[in-house]
């Protein structure tokens, strides 16, 4: 990943412009909350994959790595120790971490790596979480292999909005590389052009038999007959969305980004990278198939491919649900889903759009009317001039990026998060152009097909906000390299995805569509391919906050900001002091 070097140098009075104090301890007496302790140890593996042996970076040896489990408004702590051989990150994706961004963990945005031989531990302040999230490494391509679950049960003494389950699962959707992710990171930034697709989707780490070499291992979910399974999937995947299913069983998704929903019935749902579904699956309730003796249903995951210009892998992933209770069956292969095909937009937004908050007493939603703040982000792949001398394989012999408002983020080489709270940030955002812009430079059709515009610049810019501002960004996909759907993901906040379409934003007639009654409230949102998503979300999480799209090859391209949050005036408005053992850049 490129690195910006800038002289520490501008503006002393940035403490008071921004708003950096002491704050007061973490909302919530510690007394009040109950606090759980996890050891994770990053280590090297050895792990065989489609009939190769190869060695990858894990937590605890596991992969995926080990599920974090926890109670609504509790306090993990968890001790990361490197034992691997390069800098690492931990982020616990949809986290909001209320005024403590100093266990966010983007690397270079909220802190330092930690280095080889080093240790760091993270304190994770569950508020209003409650369902599904994930924790991955956040630092160059290690989260292909380091990612585990997280399970936020209601709190002692409440229930869930819905029958308790007998059983729950994660179910972990992701990729696998026969060659190490790290040299074909690096491999693709040296000459500009786009990455190595994987070779194989996973589920729960296995590809599945129809892979070579995979029949033994294939992941398998027991079920018996009359009980009900929740199935809390993540895409933990670098590049892919994915369409999902379960042969012979339908699936009732209530709930979203550790956030419940409006309890609907599908045949198959869709997942962008990033994004996290909570669903019950009632075992033999209409499972189609039994009177034929077939107990042995394939799950299926099959990508979900939206830019013919961009290489992707189109494998299916499967695992197999396995009635334990019946009797043997017949030796024939389990049923095969029927999933849309890979390039069906449609159908993925056709999904996404039954999404509803649930908006009950005990869990009301809380959708700002009045927006003080107002922003239209162009997302886009682009072009960057190879220059003289070099060898750029990317796009007419250019080097590939990404952008937000035409702007492609670079990443400094300390943290801002540091910086800003020493009050330096002038050292890290460019005294020219310290503000991310509102809007895109130039106006143009968005979607068109025939765009010039191919080429953007790289530059540190970040947007300022002030504390208790309500915030609308709307998502603006481009034709530029290809139209293509973009899970975008914030940092510190979840939001209310109030509105989406296709085509360009009309900001005169579209908002008239929004929903603010019960919108979906998410920590990542699957952009439409040539289209847009509206988002809203009050600026009372004091800090510094990344934003990015969760397809990897994007963010590291510069598809990516970052949000910095004032202090507010009361105490417990105020970002809160960071912890003594800070890993150093």
Not at 143 to 171: Q, S
Not at 353 to 377: F, G, Q, T, W
Not at 417 to 444: H, I, M, T, W
Request: contains cysteine; neutral net charge.
């Amino acid at each position: 990943m490129a690195i910006c070097k800038i002289p520490l140098i501008w503006l002393l009075g940035l403490a008071l412009a921004f708003g950096v104090a002491a704050a007061a301890p973490a909302q919530g007496s510690s007394s009040s909350r109950v606090s759980r302790h996890y050891d994770f140890f990053i280590r090297k593996a050895n792990y065989t994959r489609l009939c190769r042996e190869k060695t990858i970076l894990t937590v605890n040896g596991e992969f995926p790595g080990p599920t974090i489990f926890a109670r609504n408004g509790d306090i993990v702590f968890v001790n990361v120790y490197n034992q691997g051989d390069k800098n690492i990150t931990i982020h616990w994706h949809g986290v909001d971490q209320p005024r403590n961004p100093w266990s966010d963990g983007p690397a270079y945005i909220t802190q330092c790596p930690i280095q080889p031989g080093s240790k760091f531990t993270y304190r994770i302040i569950l508020s209003e979480e409650e369902g599904t999230l994930w924790w991955h490494a956040h630092s160059d391509f290690d989260r292909a292999t380091v990612h585990g679950a997280i399970v936020i049960h209601p709190r002692r003494g409440a229930a869930y909005p819905f029958r308790k389950p007998d059983k729950e699962m994660p179910i972990i959707l992701g990729e696998w590389w026969n060659r190490d992710v790290g040299q074909l990171l690096g491999e693709a930034l040296s000459t500009g052009s786009d990455f190595e697709p994987s070779d194989a989707n996973t589920i729960n780490g296995q590809p599945g038999d129809l892979f070579p070499c995979s029949s033994d291992s294939a992941f398998r979910l027991p079920v018996e007959h009359g009980k009900t399974y929740m199935l809390r999937i993540i895409n933990a995947a670098l590049t892919t969305e994915f369409f999902f299913a379960i042969a012979g069983h339908r699936l009732t998704v209530v709930g979203t980004d550790a956030a419940y929903t409006k309890p609907f019935t599908v045949d198959h749902l869709f997942i962008a990278p990033g994004q996290t579904k909570t669903v019950l699956l009632d075992a033999g309730r209409g499972a189609r198939g039994r009177s034929n003796g077939t107990y042995r249903y394939y799950m299926a995951a099959r990508p979900h491919a939206t830019n013919p210009i961009a290489r992707f892998d189109n494998s299916t992933a499967t695992a197999v649900l396995e009635y334990v209770d019946a009797p043997p069956a017949v030796a024939t292969p389990p049923v095969m889903p029927s999933l849309p095909a890979i390039n069906d937009s449609a159908a993925a937004e056709a999904y996404s759009v039954r999404l509803r908050s649930l908006a009950s007493d005990e869990h009301p939603v809380d959708v700002p009317r009045h927006v003080d703040h107002r922003m239209l982000i162009t997302i886009a792949v682009n072009e960057i001039p190879c220059a003289p001398g070099e060898l750029c394989k990317g796009p007419r012999n250019n080097r590939v990026a990404a952008s937000l408002n035409n702007v492609s983020f670079e990443t400094p080489s300390t943290a801002i998060l540091g910086a800003y709270y020493r009050s330096v940030l002038g050292g890290v955002a460019k005294p020219d152009f310290p503000d991310f812009p509102d809007n895109p430079a130039v106006e143009f059709n968005y979607t068109s097909e025939d765009l010039p515009l191919r080429f953007t610049a790289r530059d540190t810019r970040v947007k300022v906000l002030e504390h208790g501002a309500v915030v609308e960004v709307v998502f603006q996909d481009t034709a530029i390299l290809g139209t293509e759907s973009h899970p975008m993901h914030l940092h510190g906040y979840s939001f209310y995805v109030v509105g989406r379409g296709l085509g360009n934003f009309d900001k005169h007639k579209d908002p008239a569509t929004y929903n603010l009654v019960d919108p979906p409230y998410q920590n990542t949102v699957s952009v439409p391919k040539a289209g847009w998503a509206a988002i809203r979300f009050r600026a009372a999480n004091p800090g510094v906050w990344f934003m990015h799209c969760h397809s990897e090859r994007h963010m590291v391209w510069g598809m990516e900001t970052v949000f910095i949050v004032k202090d507010g005036k009361a105490r417990e408005a105020k970002m809160m002091p960071p912890p003594p053992n800070m890993p150093r850049c």
